[in-house]
């Protein structure tokens, strides 16, 4: 789908990919995928995720299905600028629970010839956009939404469900907190919750 960036650096030009969709629609699957294949083209290449996410591992990029992929934690954004160094390819994992600064990076990344590929959530449990991803979606030459399929109806998931009564935005967390819902099946979800919330 996306050709590997093979000219010379001095006329090397970057872009920006954003993989987004719902909890389990492969979006870290699909990033790790474009980033293996940068890797068997013998492209220098650097993976970045928040530090806050150690729901599998410290230290790499895992999906759901237990891919995994070796990364660099990092507190910021800011931090990806100083540590990609003589790269090609920059994969950034859970783009949402970044900074606002997260799309400047990447733009200045792209600028100076960098193939840049965010993967995140687009919209968070309350069905709102999330994070920087709204904008990074806006700057980006290649948007590509994936879709999970919805536990209630069978159907194309777009939103994720909390199971919990966690109000903040962050939660870290797998199917044990969070399931993909088809619109129907998301605000129906919804409307049963605030209906058990006002026969307390």
């Not at 993989?19 to 940068?38: D, H, Q, V």
């Not at 939404?145 to 935005?169: D, F, P, Q």
Request: negative net charge; glycine residues 6%; proline residues 4%.
């Amino acid at each position: 789908m996306f050709l590997e960036n093979k000219i010379e650096k001095e006329h090397r030009v970057g872009w920006i990919e954003v993989i987004c969709g719902s909890m389990f629609s492969g979006k870290t699957e699909e990033l790790i995928r474009r980033m293996r294949r940068a890797q068997f083209a013998k492209q220098r290449v650097e993976i970045f995720k928040p530090q806050i996410d150690t729901r599998y591992s410290e230290k790499e990029v895992v999906s759901h299905d237990d891919n995994a992929i070796p990364s660099t934690p990092v507190p910021s954004s800011n931090n990806i600028l100083l540590l990609a160094d003589n790269v090609e390819v920059v994969g950034i994992d859970e783009a949402q629970f970044f900074d606002d600064n997260l799309p400047s990076v990447c733009n200045q990344l792209a600028n100076s010839g960098i193939r840049v590929i965010v993967a995140g959530l687009d919209m968070d449990f309350k069905g709102e956009p999330f994070g920087p991803m709204p904008h990074l979606m806006a700057i980006a030459e290649y948007v590509t939404k994936v879709h999970a399929i919805c536990m209630k109806t069978g159907k194309l998931a777009n939103y994720s469900h909390r199971l919990t009564n966690n109000e903040g935005l962050v939660e870290l967390g797998a199917t044990e907190n969070y399931q993909p819902l088809s619109r129907e099946a998301y605000f129906e979800a919804l409307a049963a919750e605030e209906k058990a919330k006002s026969e307390k």
